[in-house]
């Protein structure tokens, strides 16, 4: 909001007079929310008169006068309540009885302020409601921004589950009506395809389970010392036979320390992700070199491979939820688009950061930061 | 003569099942992985009807394919299957009017494709 829409209902010209040389060239500061709104005033002379403005424009706060000719103020409110307007009201009041306010308050009103005020006490009434109106917003359109990514994600979530479940569906339609003849051997490129969408479906949940545990942070994380060095050399084991089966040779080195004080399953996720997108990546006869560099600082691991490489574009998009890189290049290489998303908030989680350089066709290099003291200050007691 | 169906999608999984099933019905198929690739093929090769995923790797992929073809043959029946038409808000019944007004496909079927459902519209669309 770049200005603050003021509406000043009273039927004293004179009133009327003194609010707008207080408020027209003010500027609201909102130091706790770090904000300077500007005010845009415009008057009316009754309670009926303001009704009618309020019909044709939005205000974000009503100056109101309680004593009007006609209607008076807790009828104009009344009426805005009945409309549902999303106003802010500031009721003006010559007699600060306590009977007006509460019934003022009770009908909506946020603040009042009594006859006569200075300037000053104006212009602090008018920020004390700037100040709750923008707060709200602003709670208000987060919670809308999370409820919409919220929504995103599982809509991809449906469709990234759909997907295999009905290759797979299809298959079995076709076998069941025997539509390559009696032979099982026919039927082989069909179970094989709907063994590996099976496996895929079934990574895609084993990641999500990964990231909903590090998202919620339901599961308690358990910091111990871990060698980093040992946890790649698992890793690597476990990705031995794909890389083995393709001719991809795997090397690790280090410089410095490499124990950290970190939670294993989160180091082996890590690792895991990175190294089975290395190979899975690759070229035949392609080469992978994970080297963990440490200090007082921080470990660094750096996963470099020989692959198909990415351009900038594709870069800049790879660590967010379900983004794959769709070409001709990785079409037939299954993955659930969730892994480096979950390397990201782990990253993250050790204050530190993922990022990527790459050439197509020429290979990749990731490199996470994991910081020392983020998982050593949150396991003191 | 076996009528030629060209059926486009980036699933390789669709490709080969729905292959599989319309050549057992006795289609003569043509598959292409990609909007470029069909492009291609049609170049070389006019089917007698066209079956074609909506969302490849450019949201509206499937669109412009359409268009493509009822652009070279007016007569050539496309079908578009989707796994998201609820999803997308976009409507076939309308174009979407402007400047640029999408010719509409034949039929659209949801995925996953029931075979039945398949043949039965290829069948309807080729003999009008």
Known sequence: ?381 | MNKCILLVDDDPDFLLSTQTMLSSAGYAVTTAEGVADAEEKLTRHRPDAAIIDLMMEEFDGGFSLCHHIKKLDPSIPVIMVTAVTSETGLNFDVSTGGDRSWIKADALLAKPVRFEQLKRELDRLLKE
């Open chain 1, 1 to 381: 909001m770049a200005e603050l829409r003021v509406l000043v209902v009273d039927d004293e010209p004179g009133m009327r007079h003194s609010i707008k040389r207080a408020l027209s060239n003010h500027t609201v500061r909102l130091p706790e929310i770090e904000c300077e709104v500007g005010i845009q005033l415009q008057e009316a002379d009754s309670g009926e008169r303001a009704l009618e403005i309020l019909e044709e424009q939005s205000f974000d706060l009503i100056l109101l006068d309680h004593k009007l000719g006609g209607l008076t103020g807790v009828d104009v409110l009344d009426q805005l309540r009945r409309r549902e307007l999303d106003v802010m009201v500031i009721m003006i009041t010559a007699f600060a009885t306590i009977e007006t306010a509460v019934r003022a308050t009770k009908s909506g009103a946020f603040d009042f302020i009594s006859k006569p005020f200075t300037p000053d006490e104006l212009k602090e009434t008018v920020r004390k409601a700037a100040s709750h109106l923008l707060m709200q917003r602003r709670a208000r359109e987060l919670t809308e921004e999370k409820r919409r990514v919220r929504f995103d994600f599982i809509r991809v979530l449906g469709h990234e589950l759909k997907s295999p479940l009905g290759a797979i569906e299809n298959y079995l339609n076709l076998m069941k009506d025997r539509i390559s003849g009696n032979e099982l051997d026919a039927y082989e490129q069909m179970i094989t395809r709907s063994l590996a969408r099976a496996g895929g479906m079934r990574k895609l949940i084993a990641d999500l389970l990964d990231m909903t545990r590090i998202e919620a942070g339901e599961k308690k994380r358990e910091f111990t010392t871990v060698d980093v060095k040992e946890a790649a050399e698992r890793a690597v084991e476990g990705v031995k036979r794909p890389a083995e089966e393709r001719g991809i040779a795997i090397s690790l080195e280090h410089t410095g320390p490499t124990t950290l004080v970190s939670d294993r399953g989160e180091i082996d996720i890590v690792l895991n992700n990175l190294l089975s997108n290395a190979v899975k990546y690759n070229r035949d006869e392609g080469a992978v070199t994970i080297a963990l560099r440490g200090d007082d600082e921080s470990i660094t691991i750096t996963v470099r491979d020989t692959g198909i490489g990415l351009t900038e574009e594709e870069a800049a998009k790879l660590f967010q939820d379900f983004s794959r890189i769709k070409n001709a290049k990785t079409r037939d290489i299954p993955g659930s688009g969730l892994g480096l998303s979950i390397v990201k908030k782990i990253a993250e989680l050790y204050q530190g950061g993922v990022s990527v350089e790459s050439r197509p066709d020429v290979g990749s290099t990731f490199t996470i930061v994991l910081n020392r003291h983020a998982s050593s200050a949150e396991s003191q007691p």
